[in-house]
């Protein structure tokens, strides 16, 4: 049937599709008369598509001056006065478009001195329905209704459960309306919630915060009989635009933040009978006395939603499923990765490879496998491993051991062990580098990893001596973080390439590491008078001094804790700080406020330290303070919240802090992040650690901060208070004026790509690469490491040629 395929419709009979259709046998095809109810929406769909249609193709331009959507206006006001001209009673003259501007807001009587300030808006247009399914670069659940609520008049939610992990993503948007809009004379109930004890998975505490902002909140206890499945907000808006969010929407973590949760956002502009069929279906629940108003001061309806929940928890039989991280065979990921390993060596020839993967996700692991499948193919068997602590060496020895199912497997050359037969060896940097190579046959190994190869570039002359010296039929690197704030290059070692990579933001979306929900929080510190020295940063000691003697600054850390975490008591974290003295102070402070604390530092001893772990893991401990010592090679998957308790830089070392708690656990179902952020020195930069936690480019990331960052990777959340928000703001935009040594590893990060692209990717101007006698375009490719070394003389004349035409003006 040429022309109309097979199927159903509900297509206007028009004189194209009749044509069509006279060409089919009339017993294939089925029609009917309009029906009278409903004609006029039929009629106006089509209409609205060809005058659509019209509008959409008025050209860019005519030539007499006037704008498009001038001469869009003009035909659309055309085609008003002939449905003007058709239908007097039922349009009016002042239904002709005045100009081509849309009304955006009107506010109120103001309440403070100046102009008002714009309402934050969804993303979403408000007279557009869609859906929404938590999906990269597209705005998370959470983020969007944070925004609704932001210029809501009332709001209705109905949901299966509330939890305080989802809870807190809305609170302080929750906490504003009902200020707002007690503020405005408002007598009705601004937040309504139905919710229920269906699978114990309420959570008391948080219904409780929710009435202590304002809310009213009705329960259903028997959910044997009303077992609610629906899921819905409702953003009611006197000014007629109001929305809702129908699906996957509990109050929860998963429903605001986390993937594969999905919801149909409608909006009362588009499909207005739908919301008229919430508002009264949500009214005839709240009346329904199944539906039982709760008040946390009467002592009864705590003990009763108490024991709800404990027996609907009982219900559920408790399956817990332990799982080895060293399993043999390789999980699909790590099958991806060892297969590009593969690919690069046979296909490629490229025997010295970088393995990029995120904390958490098994880079030993990676490596033990590839390993062992080079030996069983005869092409490897002698093995240098080499990292810089004496612990990560222990653990790796640990893995190989067990993949290779052999107790036996490899020697130690740390501290005083040192390899008798020197064929399988884990070796720390430390000790090779007072080795005499002269010794050691180049060709000795095989196969050399180097763990954490980052420290490649801070320790250069060490690692350069040992790299330099050794011809293995492999080099296997693995890190996390390739990037260095130094401006390093660790890619050199490999031919400038990375050959594998599995990113922080990646790893996340592929639900192989917790999620987080990070909070900025302003610490009312000021430490741009802190003395400040270029590649090492602030002075250690006049921080310690100020952190010491600022107790404000830990009565906000402890406000934080009880704001954001569930239960301080039941909390496994571990804050990260300046200094030794800094940590001792933390950990005598947290005890006095009642939290069991430890701080475990380079003067700890080294059982002491594992006992520490061991009782935060068991709750013994609730805190436990440290300043570098756990950034690498600590296993414990429990924690959950992590105080960053100084100003980081590094990227590097912030993603290595960060990962300490992203690592699955059971019971853990996100890491909660509490950094503390000050006010910085002018050299101290911001983006390079949101760059790293959210994949962003520079250009995208002001936007991300001031949109609140809608496109983090599945199931996490990021926000900064207000005053933390400006400061990290000013800052970034002040590191727009970026060091030579920081474009060369903007390029290093983005590879091979053309000027424009480096630009767009960047935010920067031509002028930013040109106004330097460095070659320009040229001379960046050639530090970045992707062009010929030799440095040629006519690219430093042809960039400050361009730097000074890029200062003409065409007169």
Same mark, same amino acid.
């Given at each position: 049937?040429?022309?109309?395929?097979?199927?159903?419709?509900?297509? /206007?009979? !028009?004189?194209?599709?009749?044509?069509?259709?006279?060409?089919?046998?009339? =017993?294939?095809?089925?029609?009917?008369?309009?029906?009278?109810?409903?004609?006029?929406?039929?009629?106006?769909?089509?209409?609205?598509?060809?005058?659509? $249609?019209?509008?959409?193709?008025?050209?860019?331009?005519?030539?007499?001056?006037?704008?498009?959507?001038?001469?869009?206006?003009?035909?659309?006001?055309?085609?008003?006065?002939?449905?003007?001209?058709?239908?007097?009673?039922?349009?009016?003259?002042?239904?002709?478009?005045?100009?081509?501007?849309?009304?955006?807001?009107?506010?109120?009587?103001?309440?403070?001195?100046?102009?008002?300030?714009?309402?934050?808006?969804?993303?979403?247009?408000?007279?557009?329905?869609?859906?929404?399914?938590?999906?990269?670069?597209?705005?998370?659940?959470?983020?969007? +209704?944070?925004?609704?609520?932001?210029?809501?008049?009332?709001?209705?939610?109905?949901?299966?459960?509330?939890?305080?992990?989802?809870?807190?993503?809305?609170?302080?948007?929750?906490?504003?309306?009902?200020?707002?809009?007690?503020?405005?004379?408002?007598?009705?109930?601004?937040?309504?919630?139905?919710?229920?004890?269906?699978?114990?998975?309420?959570?008391?505490?948080?219904?409780?915060?929710?009435?202590?902002?304002?809310?009213?909140?009705?329960?259903?206890?028997?959910?044997?009989?009303?077992?609610?499945?629906?899921?819905?907000? @409702?953003? %009611?808006?006197?000014?007629?635009?109001?929305?809702?969010?129908?699906?996957?929407?509990?109050?929860?973590?998963?429903?605001?933040?986390?993937?594969?949760?999905?919801?149909?956002?409608?909006?009362?502009?588009?499909?207005?009978?739908?919301?008229?069929?919430?508002?009264?279906?949500?009214?005839?629940?709240?009346?329904?006395?199944?539906?039982? $108003?709760?008040?946390?001061?009467?002592?009864?309806?705590?003990?009763?939603?108490?024991?709800?929940?404990?027996?609907?928890?009982?219900?559920?039989? =408790?399956?817990? &499923?332990?799982?080895?991280?060293?399993?043999?065979?390789?999980?699909? *990921?790590?099958?991806?990765?060892?297969?590009? /390993?593969?690919?690069?060596?046979?296909? #490629?020839? %490229?025997?010295?490879?970088?393995?990029?993967?995120?904390?958490?996700?098994?880079?030993? +692991?990676?490596?033990?496998?590839? *390993?062992?499948?080079?030996?069983?193919?005869?092409? +490897?068997?002698?093995?240098?491993?080499?990292?810089?602590?004496?612990?990560? /060496?222990?653990?790796?020895?640990?893995?190989?051991?067990?993949? @290779?199912?052999?107790?036996?497997?490899?020697?130690?050359?740390?501290?005083?062990?040192?390899?008798?037969?020197?064929?399988?060896?884990?070796?720390?940097?430390?000790?090779?580098?007072?080795?005499?190579?002269?010794?050691?046959?180049?060709?000795?190994?095989?196969?050399?990893? +180097?763990?954490?190869?980052? %420290?490649?570039?801070?320790?250069?002359?060490?690692?350069?001596?040992?790299?330099?010296?050794?011809?293995?039929?492999?080099?296997?690197?693995?890190?996390?973080?390739?990037? $260095?704030? =130094?401006?390093?290059?660790?890619? #050199?070692?490999?031919?400038?390439?990375?050959?594998?990579?599995?990113?922080?933001?990646?790893?996340?979306?592929?639900?192989?590491?917790?999620?987080?929900? *990070?909070?900025?929080?302003?610490?009312?510190?000021?430490?741009?008078?802190?003395?400040?020295?270029?590649?090492?940063?602030?002075?250690?000691?006049?921080?310690?001094?100020?952190?010491?003697? #600022?107790?404000?600054?830990?009565?906000?850390?402890?406000?934080?804790?009880?704001?954001?975490?569930?239960?301080?008591?039941?909390?496994?974290?571990?804050?990260?700080?300046?200094?030794?003295?800094?940590?001792?102070?933390?950990?005598?402070?947290?005890?006095?406020?009642?939290?069991?604390?430890?701080?475990?530092?380079?003067?700890?001893?080294?059982?002491?330290?594992?006992?520490?772990?061991?009782?935060?893991?068991?709750?013994?401990?609730?805190?436990?303070?440290?300043?570098?010592?756990?950034?690498?090679?600590?296993?414990?998957?429990?924690?959950?919240?992590?105080?960053?308790?100084?100003?980081?830089?590094?990227?590097?070392?912030?993603?290595?802090?960060?990962?300490?708690?992203?690592?699955?656990?059971?019971?853990?179902?996100?890491?909660?992040?509490?950094?503390? &952020?000050?006010?910085? %020195?002018?050299?101290?930069?911001?983006?390079?650690?949101?760059?790293?936690?959210?994949?962003?480019?520079?250009?995208?990331?002001?936007?991300?901060?001031?949109?609140?960052?809608?496109?983090?990777?599945?199931?996490?959340?990021?926000?900064?208070?207000?005053?933390?928000?400006?400061?990290?703001?000013?800052?970034?935009?002040?590191?727009?004026?970026?060091?030579?040594?920081?474009?060369?590893?903007?390029?290093?990060?983005?590879?091979?790509?053309?000027?424009? !692209?480096?630009? =767009?990717?960047?935010?920067?101007?031509?002028?930013?690469? *040109?106004?330097?006698?460095?070659?320009?375009?040229?001379?960046?490719?050639?530090?970045?490491?992707?062009?010929?070394?030799?440095?040629?003389?006519?690219?430093?004349?042809?960039?400050?040629?361009?730097?000074?035409?890029? #200062?003409?003006?065409?007169?």
């Amino acid at each position: 049937m040429e022309g109309v395929e097979a199927g159903i419709y509900e297509q /206007l009979l !028009t004189e194209q599709l009749r044509g069509l259709l006279d060409g089919l046998p009339r =017993d294939l095809v089925q029609a009917a008369d309009l029906d009278d109810g409903d004609a006029h929406d039929v009629l106006a769909d089509h209409v609205a598509t060809v005058v659509r $249609r019209a509008l959409r193709s008025v050209p860019s331009s005519a030539g007499n001056g006037e704008s498009r959507s001038d001469r869009q206006v003009a035909l659309a006001n055309a085609i008003i006065r002939q449905v003007l001209d058709a239908a007097p009673s039922a349009v009016e003259a002042g239904d002709a478009i005045a100009e081509g501007r849309q009304l955006l807001e009107v506010h109120g009587p103001p309440s403070a001195p100046g102009p008002p300030r714009p309402t934050t808006r969804p993303t979403t247009p408000l007279s557009t329905s869609a859906l929404l399914v938590n999906g990269r670069d597209q705005p998370r659940i959470g983020s969007e +209704v944070q925004k609704e609520l932001a210029s809501a008049d009332r709001v209705d939610l109905l949901c299966a459960f509330v939890k305080w992990h989802g809870l807190r993503v809305v609170e302080e948007q929750i906490a504003e309306l009902v200020r707002r809009r007690r503020a405005a004379g408002e007598e009705a109930p601004i937040l309504r919630v139905i919710t229920t004890t269906y699978v114990g998975s309420t959570e008391r505490r948080a219904l409780e915060r929710l009435i202590d902002l304002g809310a009213e909140v009705k329960i259903s206890y028997e959910t044997r009989m009303t077992r609610l499945h629906a899921k819905a907000w @409702l953003f %009611h808006r006197r000014s007629g635009y109001s929305t809702a969010y129908v699906g996957s929407s509990n109050l929860s973590k998963s429903a605001l933040v986390d993937g594969l949760e999905w919801n149909v956002r409608l909006s009362e502009v588009d499909q207005p009978h739908l919301l008229d069929t919430f508002r009264a279906t949500f009214d005839e629940y709240w009346e329904d006395p199944a539906f039982e $108003r709760y008040d946390p001061s009467d002592e009864g309806q705590r003990a009763r939603l108490d024991e709800a929940l404990a027996m609907e928890r009982g219900g559920t039989p =408790d399956l817990p &499923i332990e799982l080895s991280t060293l399993e043999v065979r390789p999980w699909g *990921y790590q099958q991806e990765i060892l297969e590009e /390993l593969t690919a690069e060596r046979d296909i #490629h020839g %490229h025997h010295r490879n970088l393995v990029v993967m995120a904390t958490g996700t098994g880079k030993t +692991v990676v490596a033990g496998l590839d *390993y062992r499948r080079l030996r069983e193919a005869g092409a +490897v068997d002698s093995l240098l491993f080499v990292a810089h602590r004496e612990e990560l /060496l222990d653990q790796s020895r640990a893995t190989f051991r067990h993949i @290779l199912r052999d107790g036996s497997f490899g020697e130690r050359f740390v501290g005083g062990d040192r390899p008798q037969e020197w064929r399988h060896v884990f070796a720390s940097v430390q000790s090779l580098a007072r080795l005499d190579l002269g010794n050691l046959d180049a060709r000795r190994f095989d196969m050399v990893i +180097v763990d954490e190869f980052h %420290h490649a570039g801070a320790e250069t002359k060490t690692y350069a001596r040992l790299l330099d010296h050794l011809d293995p039929k492999i080099l296997l690197g693995l890190t996390a973080t390739p990037e $260095r704030a =130094d401006g390093q290059d660790i890619l #050199h070692w490999f031919d400038g390439r990375i050959a594998v990579e599995l990113r922080l933001w990646e790893a996340l979306e592929q639900n192989l590491l917790a999620p987080f929900q *990070y909070f900025g929080i302003a610490d009312e510190t000021d430490l741009s008078s802190i003395e400040w020295k270029r590649g090492q940063g602030y002075s250690t000691a006049q921080l310690t001094e100020l952190y010491l003697a #600022h107790d404000a600054r830990l009565q906000i850390v402890l406000q934080a804790l009880v704001d954001k975490v569930t239960d301080v008591a039941a909390m496994r974290c571990l804050g990260f700080c300046v200094s030794i003295d800094h940590a001792e102070y933390m950990a005598e402070r947290f005890k006095q406020a009642g939290i069991p604390s430890a701080a475990v530092t380079s003067r700890t001893p080294r059982e002491d330290r594992r006992a520490a772990l061991e009782a935060l893991r068991r709750r013994d401990l609730n805190a436990v303070f440290t300043v570098d010592l756990f950034n690498e090679g600590v296993d414990v998957p429990q924690i959950d919240t992590v105080l960053f308790l100084r100003p980081t830089e590094s990227a590097t070392i912030f993603l290595q802090q960060l990962g300490r708690g992203l690592r699955l656990a059971d019971d853990k179902p996100c890491l909660t992040v509490l950094d503390f &952020i000050g006010n910085q %020195h002018r050299e101290f930069r911001f983006d390079l650690r949101y760059r790293a936690l959210t994949g962003s480019s520079r250009r995208q990331l002001e936007d991300e901060i001031e949109n609140g960052f809608p496109t983090l990777p599945a199931g996490c959340h990021l926000s900064l208070d207000r005053i933390a928000s400006e400061t990290v703001l000013q800052n970034v935009r002040q590191s727009l004026g970026i060091k030579w040594k920081d474009l060369t590893s903007e390029l290093r990060r983005l590879g091979e790509c053309d000027l424009r !692209t480096f630009l =767009d990717e960047t935010g920067l101007d031509a002028e930013d690469l *040109y106004r330097r006698a460095r070659g320009g375009w040229a001379g960046l490719r050639r530090d970045a490491g992707l062009a010929d070394p030799t440095d040629a003389p006519e690219d430093r004349e042809l960039g400050r040629a361009i730097g000074r035409m890029l #200062h003409l003006d065409d007169l």
